[in-house]
């Protein structure tokens, strides 16, 4: 069964620091997503995108995110400037339309 | 108006017994309503999901039913297993499945 994966599993960074955040979606699924998950909290919608463009976001998508699909299977999400607060589970999604499937997430600790 | 309430925050079934849970939305234009499963160390999976064209949706042991009225939606686990003991969000989403909202997550745990 086709699945969404993301690298790394766990990723570690000092504070300020960029990250680059890597998934490949299920490959005929054209519409992608990123979300986070704090330790313990509910999954919170960061951004979509859907034909080499951002459909909607959310307030805690700020300038300091930005996401891009640089060929035809990896969608990545980039944080420029990490946070403390950034600190949390990213997981990736991706759909044809409805049922949007997850992938197992990447671990970002910022330190 | 874009919240998603879940309840309650913690479940114990026995196994065998009948596990419910509840959501309530605010949001009108909320279009799609899915049920996650997740498990520790997991991304979540999705288990069902329903649009509110119609009340009740059953695959296997799970059930949705929906309330567009009430503005209100839940699952129901039926025969609960131990196996089901896991963290439970239900969401919602436009009906271009954009910014979709999650609960607040229950976790489940059935006692064997």
């Known amino acids: 069964e086709p699945e969404v994966t993301q690298t790394p599993s766990h990723q570690v960074t000092q504070m300020g620091q960029e990250v680059i955040l890597r998934c490949v979606p299920i490959s005929n699924h054209l519409y992608f997503y990123w979300y986070r998950q704090i330790l313990g909290q509910k999954v919170e919608f960061l951004v979509s995108f859907y034909n080499n463009e951002i459909s909607e976001k959310s307030e805690i998508f700020d300038d300091q995110f930005s996401v891009e699909r640089p060929d035809g299977s990896n969608f990545t999400l980039k944080i420029r400037s990490t946070k403390l607060e950034d600190s949390a589970m990213y997981f990736c999604a991706s759909s044809v339309r409805d049922g949007q499937y997850f992938g197992p997430g990447t671990r970002l600790t910022v330190l | 108006q874009q919240q998603v309430k879940q309840s309650p925050q913690s479940l114990i079934v026995q196994k065998g017994g009948i596990s419910i849970i509840n959501c309530a939305y605010e949001?009108?234009?909320?279009?799609?309503f899915p049920w996650y499963q997740q498990f520790p160390g997991k991304g979540p999976a999705l288990l069902i999901a329903?649009?509110?064209?119609?009340s009740e949706k059953k695959e296997g042991r799970f059930t949705i039913s929906f309330n567009k009225s009430a503005k209100q939606f839940s699952l129901h686990i039926m025969d609960s297993q131990p196996g089901d003991s896991a963290t439970y969000f239900c969401a919602a989403a436009p009906y271009n499945n954009n910014d979709m909202r999650f609960g607040a997550g229950t976790r489940l745990t059935v006692k064997p």
């Open positions: 949001n009108t234009a909320f279009d799609y």
């Open positions: 329903i649009r509110p064209d119609v």
